[in-house]
């Protein structure tokens, strides 16, 4: 017996890939009478290090932004992402905004992030955007489409950009 699709975590780089990629999740959502949680994981920012006179210094590159500015920037990202609703509303029609119990904007290495969100949330199905043209195909289905399917025991939808002959008139958020 397949297990039946309750909630679908759609992970967004924001991409017009995944742009479209949420057109699938919405429709799994709408014949599953499913929720979506979107997620996008802001990737970390490494310290680095420089020389200075007398020595190497560690410098954090986000030393000085305050935790206000954080909260204003993921509030941003999710606001950024309540527009995937209104243009798949556009696309396919309502419902759209009752379909999503959740925006989540954690920073984080985003396939682990995919990962424990996959899991602590109890989804079902994971849906995701790929680039990947000609040879690049392969590096950037790599790099994190794959990895989430070598790792995870959960179904995951990988959608593609469609070919030049279908029309898609949504330019990445």
Known sequence: ???????????????????????YATDMARRYDA?????????????????????????????????????MVTEQIKEHLQGFCKKAEAQMGP?????????????GHPVEEILKVADEEGCDAIVLGTHGKGFLKQTFLGSVA??????????????????EKITFEWDGI
Request: charged fraction near 25%.
């Open 146 to 163: 794959v990895s989430v399917l070598q790792r995870t025991r959960k179904p995951v939808f990988i959608v593609p950009l469609p070919s």
């Open 95 to 107: 419902p759209c905004f009752e379909l999503v119990s959740k925006i989540l904007v954690p920073i």
């Open 1 to 23: 017996m397949i297990p039946k699709i309750k909630k679908i975590l759609y992970a967004t780089d924001l991409s017009k890939n995944s742009s479209y990629a949420f057109l």
């Open 35 to 71: 929720k979506i949680i979107i997620l996008h994981a802001i990737q970390p920012i490494r310290s680095y290090i420089y020389a200075e006179e007398g020595g190497i210094e560690f410098e954090s590159v986000l030393k000085g932004v305050k935790e206000e500015e954080q909260k």
